[in-house]
């Protein structure tokens, strides 16, 4: 099951605008995590925001997280063509125990930014 | 520092054939992952080890064995390879799951083909 929805499914911007995509999840969670993936790579960590944080900045990246409405939202501002790829947000869920880091993915986001 | 490797990068097996997967990481990381990623459907979690020797399932681990004989190793098998078992499969590792050294660490990636 999919523990993550990602919307939109696409999105398709200037270069110079920002991007924002929305994740909402089903469970309580430990973290919840967004990775970039370029075309036919592997995925790349951008960054991690715990439960009982609200909101965390890395350069052009913000997340923000909602856990009463278990939504999460990644912003990139300032765009550039570079940043076109595909954006996934997963969760490390808080099931009773310890979830020892396995991580549910949204089906992500595809993000074109055009020059 | 080569991070996470997988090998091999492209297979395409016949129905019934049987194989493995390596993944290889030099971070001195306790935690391995096996993922599959479908069009549409973002990663889903396979099997996965908390230190060497150690495996565990994750959300879809039928038709699939592995093993962790050595830390840095963590080894997928297809035993009769299936249609369904076509896809991309990623391999990550992380170093801790908690504190600051949570996020996983990707290989690039093994694009899978059963005929």
């Known amino acids: 099951s999919q523990q993550g929805e990602e919307d939109p499914q696409a999105l398709s911007i200037q270069e110079g605008e920002n991007a924002t995509m929305n994740c909402s999840y089903k469970?309580?969670?430990?973290?919840l995590q967004w990775y970039r993936q370029n075309s036919g790579r592997g995925l790349v960590h951008l960054i991690l925001?715990?439960?009982?944080?609200r909101e965390k900045h890395s350069g052009r990246l913000r997340v923000t997280l909602d856990t009463s409405k278990k939504s999460s939202s990644l912003l990139i501002t300032a765009s550039r063509a570079a940043d076109t790829a595909s954006y996934f947000c997963?969760?490390?869920?808080?099931?009773?125990?310890?979830?020892?880091?396995?991580?549910?993915f949204g089906q992500g986001t595809i993000l074109t930014v055009h020059p | 520092n080569a991070g996470v490797t997988q090998t091999p990068k492209f297979r395409v097996l016949k129905t019934g054939q049987s194989m493995t997967l390596l993944c290889a990481q030099d971070?001195?990381?306790?935690?391995m992952y096996w993922y599959r990623q479908d069009p549409g459907m973002g990663l889903r979690l396979i099997h996965y080890?908390?230190?060497?020797?150690?495996?565990a399932k994750g959300e879809v681990p039928d038709g699939y064995n592995v093993s962790r004989l050595k830390k840095q190793n963590f080894l997928l098998g297809l035993e009769s390879a299936a249609p369904s078992q076509t896809s991309v499969y990623f391999c990550?590792?992380?170093?801790?799951?908690?504190?600051?050294?949570?996020?996983?660490?990707f290989g690039q990636g093994t694009r899978l083909t059963v005929v």
């Open positions: 990550a590792s992380s170093y801790s799951i908690t504190g600051e050294n949570t996020e996983a660490f």
């Open positions: 469970t309580s969670i430990n973290n």
């Open positions: 925001i715990r439960s009982n944080e």
């Open positions: 997963a969760t490390d869920a808080l099931a009773g125990g310890t979830s020892y880091g396995k991580l549910t």
């Open positions: 971070m001195n990381h306790e935690y």
């Open positions: 080890s908390v230190g060497e020797g150690t495996t």
